[in-house]
């Protein structure tokens, strides 16, 4: 974060609070219409099966939509400080957009009824762990570090099993998922509340940093998604 863009901490501890507070909500809505959106573009892709082939029948596709995905998660992270705000959240919307394309299969693998108890489930640890992360004094960079180094070897992991399509191996990753991001879901939540402490309200950084803690969450609430539903979800 640049000089430019971070002012002076509010000089009392009530306009510090107001402060956080602010930002909190325009996290935590613009993560919900990010989830709304993913939502609603999965549903309507595995409703219409032309779509769906055409989207994700086809190799080629499917590895353009990952790398895109990717992209911008990286852009979006990466270049906060050269992009506006503006830009930052039509980024942040066309990546909710993309990766409800990705994730649209869901709802041809498993039941609806099953797909929503596993939100919910999600959203109730996710909330457990985002209000602890908040009120917490105890400082979580460690557990941070530890669930980043550990969300490495899952990924690499999930690539060798990609291949060897191993369902023993398969689960115990997701299990291994769901205790990563629990401790990122509450690590990257004080980690937002301390950055929030540093914003004017109303400033361009103040925008700009909401959408990227919205993205940060969004993140830290779908992977925890899916993998509860490998693990819970009732398949068709």
Known sequence: MSEQQLYTMPQTQERVAATVSAFFTKV?????????????????VAGN???????????????????????????????????????????????????GVLVSSIFLIYTGESIAQVFFITAGTFGVMSFYGFVTKTDLTTLGKIC??????????????????SPALS????????????????????????????????????????IVGALTLYLDFINLFLMLLRILGKRR
Do not use: C, H
């Open 28 to 44: 935590y809505t613009w993560m919900a219409l990010g989830l709304a959106l993913t939502g609603s573009v999965a549903s309507y």
């Open 49 to 99: 099966p032309a779509i769906l082939q055409a989207l994700l029948g086809n190799r080629i596709n499917f590895y353009i939509l990952i790398a895109a995905t990717l992209g911008l998660v990286f852009v979006i992270s990466g270049l906060i400080n050269k992009i506006s705000a503006t830009t930052a959240t039509a980024l942040f919307l066309l990546y909710a957009t993309l990766n």
């Open 148 to 165: 980043f180094m550990a969300l490495i070897g899952l990924i690499i992991a999930s690539v060798v099993n990609w291949f060897y399509k």
């Open 171 to 210: 689960y115990g990753l997701s299990y291994l998922g769901v205790l990563i991001f629990v401790g990122l879901t509450a690590y990257d939540t004080q980690k937002l509340k301390r950055i929030a402490m540093n914003l004017s309200e109303g400033s361009e950084a103040y925008a700009k940093y909401a």
